[in-house]
């Protein structure tokens, strides 16, 4: 389809990262083999972060900054909520 996509997960698959400061927004790369491969993103204050993956046909700051405009009230994006909700019916 050649469109633009972006990884967002719960738990970390592969990589490292440092630590990611405690207030929502915050991020730090998430390293593989020497690669950034992704973000550790904070979506709320003091809640584990979320795991945005380089995507197709965008950049990590562009994918970190569409996760962050769909953050409503919880720590997942509305369509992954929404999403990982349908899934569990």
């Known amino acids: 389809m050649d469109i633009?996509?972006?990884?967002?997960?719960?738990?970390i698959l592969v990589g490292k990262h440092q630590p990611v400061p405690p207030e929502k927004g915050q991020w730090v790369p998430l390293v593989h083999q020497q690669e950034v491969i992704g973000a550790a993103l904070r979506s709320r204050i003091n809640v584990k972060p979320l795991y945005i993956s380089l995507g197709h046909k965008i950049s990590l700051e562009t994918?970190?900054?569409?996760?962050?405009?769909?953050?409503?009230?919880?720590?997942?994006?509305?369509?992954?909520?929404?999403?990982?909700?349908?899934?569990?019916?």
């Not at 633009?4 to 738990?11: C, Y």
């Not at 994006?77 to 019916?89: C, G, I, N, Q, Y």
């Open 4 to 11: 633009p996509t972006i990884g967002v997960a719960k738990s």
């Open 63 to 89: 994918a970190i900054a569409y996760v962050q405009s769909c953050l409503i009230k919880y720590r997942l994006p509305e369509p992954t909520r929404l999403a990982d909700k349908l899934s569990k019916l």
